[in-house]
């Protein structure tokens, strides 16, 4: 009975992937790509990998397909969302040929890898030590902070990035397109019920991810799209570069992580060492920290660079 | 019995889904599709978590699955008004 | 055929056909795309790495994680590119690959 | 505190604070930030020498639970090679930036962009982790397009999105290679691994990273995206660029096929990427004699240059692993990756200068340039013969040593390539030096203040004084490498 429920799964999966691909027009590309971040989601939870599952969800496929379809619309704008005619079969059959290899090869190689003795032995020593009861929360936070802390700077690395791409005499202008809404309209009023019960969600995400699935990227996420959800709604206006206060919530999340990874070097534990007793706390302030850092972050990478002087 | 309340309310459930699928594929134009996908399946929605709340094994997890459903509700309807309103506005040719 | 291996050749599979998508398309939205569907593709198949053993691994999970923000920031940037070079050039495609031969 | 932490702590810090901070005080704290990264690096590197490998299992978990950052020789020798060029860098660039149209925009995003750069490239160089690797090269693309893109222009976008598309595949790849050591050996600290049993799938990992590294580290014929990206950044940005961000990809090259899995690196798979290499070599120089802009000259000799980088492989690896010649070898590429680093930061910021001054990078423009500004001109000749291999520069050395390697080992193919890229960089070198040294009257331009020109020539200069005290160096690269101790010139 699972199989079945597997196999059919992974049919939906590989067909929605195919139709990404090979599907007629951008617009359609992207919304089979939401379709299967979704598909993906419910994978994850068949893998019991339940945290996964919860990032492809807000991630993967929510956030990503924010960004395809605000990126979509702004090309429509501008009248570059058609697509020029692909090259034919006969051209692009070495290409097909090479990736069906390169499959071929990651299936024979699936056959072909040892099982190692897993979850390695060390990590059930560690774990009782980490300060946090989801092993996942305490891989991120904890044993692999290094990588989590990179991340998070490599997140704020792309919206830098990003932000270089505004036209110069944009530069001081708020973030994003100008949203019209009708007061006392649908949007409006979606706006203004959704918050509350948006930032629950997301509190109670980062609150959990100490012991249950969950985390401060997941929550992170969702409280990102409260505020994209507020911002469209005409509740929030979007900030512009020059307000510090935004900027100081873009580093918050890493400094805070760094300077407790260099407290604990210069108290001699070592470089991001969480000592036993306190660690729990310390992944809690940190924590914190980062969700905030994650959330303001997201919302910007979606609302785009500066380019609101041009529509006022 | 549980077991049975939820085979029963699922089961309609799917039946309002399918329903809803049906008529996203075979109405005309876009506000008779939207009809159909947005009824259908909320109610769908809600018989599926009926179903599922007989097999919850606490309060808690029967709240939470209701608050889902009142939030698939919220977002399905005002996405089905925004996605109304520019079908209208692009039919009048404005 | 288990439920990990069913998921390994399925994102085998799926890497496959993101690396096409990524040779084939035109669109540079669309080669953006196809690049999360080879970034997903790995994933499964580690997390399915990571289920084989049957106890959860929570290393892949984390690396995972780790690696879907990873993707969403490139994601991000390429996006935002793509909408820039858009505008600057009229075009939602690169130059005909000048120079690439 | 450390200073292993410090080379990395301190330019993230700095980065966030020029995020966070405005204007002047951000730029403050970017400098603040410069100058300690340096000092670490220095201070990394004397303690190194001094006191042997310092090791730290970040957050005192030992793999395979945790991450172990560790720096030996090659970590030292381009870490220093990084702080030098970045330090360089940054002095040319708030003249180069300054008083441009560009305004504000540039002025917020250099700063944090080039600091972040510079902590990923830190960060790849002392990680022993391959997922914490894949982590740190997405910081460094991502850095590095922004980089490629400030500029704004058409072309400069085009560019940074044909760099995006060669990147994130190539890092696509690296990672799916990481998956299958993953897979297999339930482990991705390089120091366990080292100790591995084989496993049937190594041979594609390895594959797989390779040629994910190498579309990273732009081999042939993975080089489309570079001349266009290094050519249309600004200059101090190019000068990172090529001079820096190649080298990330190349190590991590190096600790795999030398350290993770020698026993997959067969003399086919090495011969081949040796081939590639000398396919770069001669088409890198066969395009850079044909440019007219002096920017894309240079961004096509990188090209060739990195593609020695690669010959060295079949002469210090496989069946040459365990002999004489391979130390020399070995040691040959690192000189090559380091003096390169130095002379290609030097010739683009002296360019940049050129640039600044006359408006345009095209080959006639850059007539008179070396009686106007004489110590730029003088770093762009002392480039040259760095990269053409002239004693006594590094590249020289370098150089020398690739080929007595090859000479030795009986493979006087790669010798050959060598020789004639050499012949070929002089051509290429030959025709913007012409220019630059013919008389034209040039006292109607702004010049670019003398410290400002002393700039390149100081990046220009360590690159031949690396050559004159290679001894120094060599005992350095050697540290953590046991086969190399025994220098086998």
């Known amino acids: 009975m699972t199989l079945v429920l597997d196999l059919t799964l992974c049919a939906l999966i590989l067909a929605v992937a195919l139709a990404t691909v090979l599907g007629g027009g951008v617009f359609r590309a992207i919304v089979f790509f939401i379709v299967y971040g979704l598909l993906l989601s419910v994978a994850w939870v068949r893998l019991d990998a339940v945290d996964v599952a919860l990032a492809e969800a807000a991630i993967g496929a929510g956030l990503t397909g924010v960004l395809f379809l605000s990126a979509f619309g702004k090309l429509s704008r501008i009248g570059a969302e058609a697509e020029p005619p692909a090259a034919g079969i006969r051209a692009l059959l070495p290409a097909a040929l090479a990736c069906a290899g390169l499959t071929g090869a990651l299936a024979w190689a699936w056959f072909a890898l040892p099982v190692p003795e897993r979850p390695a032995p060390d990590l059930a020593t560690a774990l009782p030590r980490a300060g946090i009861e989801n092993p996942v929360t305490a891989v991120l936070l904890n044993f692999r902070a290094w990588d989590t802390l990179l991340e998070s700077i490599v997140l704020l690395a792309a919206l830098i990035g990003v932000w270089m791409l505004a036209r110069d005499e944009d530069w001081h202008d708020r973030f994003g397109l100008p949203q019209h809404v009708r007061p006392g309209g649908v949007m409006a009023n979606f706006g203004r019920l959704l918050p509350p019960v948006g930032v629950l969600v997301g509190v109670y995400l980062v609150y959990v991810g100490a012991d249950r699935p969950g985390g401060a990227f997941q929550g992170g996420t969702v409280l990102a799209a409260v505020g994209l959800v507020a911002a469209l709604a005409g509740l929030l206006r979007p900030p512009r570069v020059t307000q510090i206060v935004w900027r100081m919530g873009l580093v918050a999340g890493p400094l805070v992580f760094l300077i407790a990874g260099i407290v604990g070097a210069i108290l001699g534990a070592g470089f991001l060492t969480l000592p036993e007793p306190i660690a729990g706390s310390a992944i809690f302030v940190i924590e914190i920290a980062l969700v905030a850092s994650i959330a303001v972050t997201l919302a910007f990478l979606v609302i785009g660079p500066p380019e609101q002087g041009h529509r006022e | 019995m549980n077991d049975l309340a939820t085979y029963a309310f699922t089961s309609i459930g799917l039946f309002f889904f399918v329903a809803g699928s049906v008529g996203f594929l075979r109405f005309p134009d876009v506000f008779s599709r939207l009809h159909a996908l947005t009824k259908a399946d909320n109610l769908g929605l809600g018989f599926i978590a009926l179903g599922i709340a007989f097999q919850a094994e606490s309060w808690r997890l029967v709240a939470l699955l209701f608050l889902i459903w009142g939030l698939m509700l919220l977002a399905a309807g005002t996405m089905s008004q925004l996605i109304a309103r520019d079908a209208l506005r692009e039919r009048d040719g404005r | ?101 | 505190m450390s200073a292993l932490v410090a080379v990395l702590v301190a330019p993230l810090i700095g980065a966030l604070s020029a995020v966070a901070l405005p204007g002047r005080s951000g730029r403050i704290a970017a400098w603040v930030a410069i100058v300690t990264t340096l000092a670490a690096a220095v201070a990394l590197a004397a303690s190194v020498i001094s006191q042997g490998m310092p090791r730290l299992a970040v957050g005192s978990w030992e793999p395979p639970v945790g991450i172990v950052l560790e720096a030996d020789g090659l970590s030292i020798a381009m870490i220093v090679m990084t702080a030098l060029v970045m330090t360089a860098a940054a002095l040319t660039a708030r003249h180069m930036l300054a008083g441009d149209t560009k305004g504000p925009r540039i002025a917020f995003g250099f700063w944090p962009l080039m600091l972040l750069l510079w902590a990923a490239l830190n960060a790849v160089f002392l990680s022993r982790d391959l997922f914490n690797l894949y982590v740190g090269i997405e910081l460094l693309s991502l850095a590095a397009i922004g980089l490629v893109a400030i500029e704004g222009k058409p072309e400069a976008l085009a560019a940074a999105i044909r760099y995006m598309i060669f990147a994130l595949a190539g890092s696509l790849l690296y990672l799916a290679g990481v998956v299958l050591v993953y897979g297999a050996h339930g482990a991705l600290d390089i120091g366990v691994l080292v100790g591995r049993e084989p496993a049937e799938t190594d041979g594609l990992a390895l594959a797989l990273m390779t040629v994910g590294l190498m579309s990273k580290t732009a081999l042939f014929p993975f080089h489309v995206w570079l001349p266009p990206a290094h050519g249309g950044a600004p200059a101090p940005a190019s000068a990172m660029l090529s001079a820096l961000v190649p080298k990330a990809s190349y190590v991590i090259l190096l600790r795999l096929w030398f350290d993770v899995m020698p026993d997959q690196a067969t003399d086919a798979a090495l011969t081949l990427v040796a081939t590639f290499g000398a396919a770069a070599v001669l088409w890198g120089s066969l395009a850079a004699l044909v440019q007219s802009r002096v920017k894309l000259i240079v961004a096509y000799s990188t090209v060739a240059q990195i593609g020695y980088l690669f010959l060295v492989f079949p002469l210090a690896g496989g069946g040459s692993e365990d002999q004489p010649w391979a130390a020399g070898a070995w040691n040959g590429a690192v000189f090559l990756a380091l003096s390169h680093g130095l002379a290609k930061a030097a010739m683009f910021l002296a360019v940049g200068q050129w640039m600044k001054v006359r408006g345009s990078d095209c080959l006639d423009e850059m007539e008179g340039l070396a009686t106007a500004m004489p110590m730029t001109a003088f770093a762009f000749a002392l480039s040259s013969i760095t990269i053409v291999g002239l004693p006594p520069s590094g590249g020289f050395t370098a150089k020398y040593l690739v080929m007595t390697s090859a000479f030795a080992a009986g493979q006087w193919v790669w010798a050959l390539v060598m020789a004639c890229g050499g012949l070929l960089a002089a051509a290429y070198l030959y025709r913007p030096m012409a220019m630059v040294f013919r008389r034209a009257d040039l006292s109607a331009f702004r010049l670019p203040s003398r410290a400002q020109q002393a700039v390149p020539l100081a990046l220009a200069g360590a690159a031949i004084i690396l050559g004159i005290a290679s001894s120094g160096p060599f005992e350095t690269l050697a540290i953590g490498r046991p086969q190399t101790a025994e220098a086998g010139l």
């Open chain 3, 1 to 101: 055929m288990t439920g990990p291996t069913l998921y390994a050749l399925t994102g085998a599979a799926l890497v496959g056909i993101g690396f096409f998508g990524l040779i084939s398309a035109q669109h540079l939205l669309r080669r953006v795309v196809a690049f999360n569907l080879i970034g997903s593709g790995l994933f499964v198949f580690l997390g399915a790495a990571g289920a084989r053993s049957g106890a959860s691994d929570p290393i892949p999970q984390a690396l995972i994680i780790t690696g879907i923000v990873v993707a969403l920031s490139a994601s991000a940037l390429a996006i935002g590119l793509v909408v820039a070079h858009a505008r600057a050039s009229g075009r939602p495609t690169l130059p005909e690959e000048d120079g690439e031969a």
